[in-house]
Nanobody, 117 residues
Framework: QVQLVESGGGLVQVGGSQRLSCAAS????????MGWYRQAPGKQRELVAS?????????ADSVAVEGRFTISRDNTKSTVYLQIDSLKPEDTAVYYC?????????WGKGTLVTVSS
């Protein structure tokens, strides 16, 4: 079993920045890709970005073009980060961490980011 705990959410003003963290624990040997998803109110959960164990990252088309999101990973801490800059009201969502371990997906409980204008 793998446990994922997100942190770093909260209330932030438009134009601000937020750094989300997700720490993995448990049977972390074999963690492959880790990623961030988000679910805005009334919408489906969507991929934001993912990063491989080797550090190769990819971003969803919806965020890649803006260049405001940066995913990174510290394998020594089994932690993945998501930096969000120039926050917009439409970034308001619950952000979920995901980890793929030997082909099985694990999810955190999410952390809420609320962007106020």
């Amino acid at each position: 079993q793998v446990q994922l705990v997100e942190s770093g959410g909260g209330l932030v003003q438009v134009g601000g920045s937020q750094r989300l963290s997700c720490a993995a624990s448990g049977s972390i040997f074999g963690i492959n890709a880790m990623g961030w998803y988000r679910q805005a109110p009334g919408k489906q959960r969507e991929l934001v970005a993912s990063i491989s164990s080797g550090g190769s990252s990819m971003y969803a088309d919806s965020v890649a073009v803006e260049g405001r999101f940066t995913i990174s990973r510290d394998n020594t801490k089994s932690t993945v980060y998501l930096q969000i800059d120039s926050l917009k009201p439409e970034d308001t969502a619950v952000y979920y961490c995901n980890a793929n371990v030997w082909g099985r997906d694990y999810w955190g409980k999410g952390t809420l980011v609320t962007v106020s204008s």
